[in-house]
């Protein structure tokens, strides 16, 4: 059985309880990453884009706007949206039950209100039937508690996949928030240039998916779920994904390979309950990833290293 203090640190979300409160906040994470997304210059791999998980929720990071810079916070304990700019003015946003068309409008005075004043492209990305921002009167819920267990999953699930980024010597993205997908994730490459990506995901143009999966890749992350997947899970894939891939043996016993998604799945409740959910999710991680690296060949010898503890170099 898990211990109090990882029941805590993992608490229980299932889909059907807060599936208007994910629709809903998906699409306020969009509002606000998309706002980033207009003033950020282009990064490899859109790493110019995501959010990042805070002690309170998620944030921007300082964005650079016309020579001030402007921080926006989703803050999932007071349960408030903080914009912040680097001359000192604030303002808040309640997060509350609210339409997704009024939620757009009070950020968007706040801006104007700064003199920041920001135009962005209002259609959801990623979201085949998605509305306009500003025309969204349907999604309008917000509960309190389970935006609040979603923060503390992405906190948990940030502490082991940042540990998880310490093994590997080689180029590795950030652990991000990307609210395209509302997915966190951590992505390892082999250095080698990959095929074109097909493309094709909904609302989301080629060209950027291409350059997203320009060099071979292997990617985890935990999503809350959507579709099919009537459940929070944790995901990794390779791209491309080498011969043999889908029938590679990964831990724990549990995982499987799903052919609808083309990737391995870790139900959440898997790890929530194990007796040691970071050492369940780390096997996840490092079994995974190493299928792709073996079946794929990549080098690594010359890519990983033993995995970091605190205040010890790395040793040579």
């Not at 990453?33 to 990064?43: N, Q, S």
């Not at 180029?171 to 928030?177: A, D, L, Q, R, Y």
């Not at 499987?256 to 409740?269: A, N, R, T, V």
Request: include cysteine; aromatic fraction near 14%.
């Amino acid at each position: 059985m898990p211990s109090a203090v990882d029941l805590e640190r993992w608490p229980d979300l299932p889909y059907a309880t807060w599936k208007d409160t994910y629709e809903t906040l998906h699409l306020w994470t969009q509002i606000i990453g998309k706002i980033r997304l207009t003033h950020e210059p282009w990064l490899n791999h859109s790493w110019h884009v995501p959010l990042y998980v805070t002690v309170r929720g998620l944030t921007t990071s300082p964005i650079p706007v016309g020579g001030r810079a402007l921080q926006i916070d989703f803050d999932f304990i007071d349960h408030l949206l903080w914009l912040r700019t680097s001359d000192g003015h604030v303002r808040q946003v309640m997060l509350a039950p609210k339409t997704v068309a009024g939620f757009y409008g009070e950020v968007a005075m706040a801006l104007v209100e700064l003199g920041l004043e920001t135009q962005i492209f209002t259609q959801p990305s990623e979201i085949a039937d998605g509305v306009p921002f500003e025309e969204d009167s349907v999604h309008s819920a917000y509960d309190r508690d389970h935006a609040n267990r979603l923060w503390r999953i992405l906190l948990s699930t940030q502490q082991v996949f940042s540990r998880f980024r310490t093994g590997f010597l080689g180029k590795v993205s950030p652990v991000h928030f990307f609210w395209g997908g509302f997915d966190l994730a951590v992505t390892r490459f082999s250095g080698r240039r990959a095929p074109l990506h097909p493309g094709g995901i909904p609302r989301l143009p080629d060209p950027i998916t291409r350059e997203a999966y320009s060099h071979e890749v292997s990617s985890a992350g935990f999503w809350p779920g959507g579709g099919p997947i009537d459940y929070p899970t944790f995901y990794s894939y390779a791209y491309p994904a080498p011969e043999g891939y889908a029938s590679a043996a990964v831990q724990p016993q549990q995982a499987f390979f799903s052919k609808e998604f083309g990737e391995f799945l870790l139900p959440y409740d898997v790890v929530r309950n194990a007796q040691d959910p970071d050492a369940t999710l780390m096997a996840f991680l490092q079994s995974t990833y190493e299928a792709a690296a073996n079946l794929g060949k990549w080098d690594r010898d010359s890519l990983e290293c033993t995995i970091g503890v605190p205040c010890r170099p790395r040793p040579l």
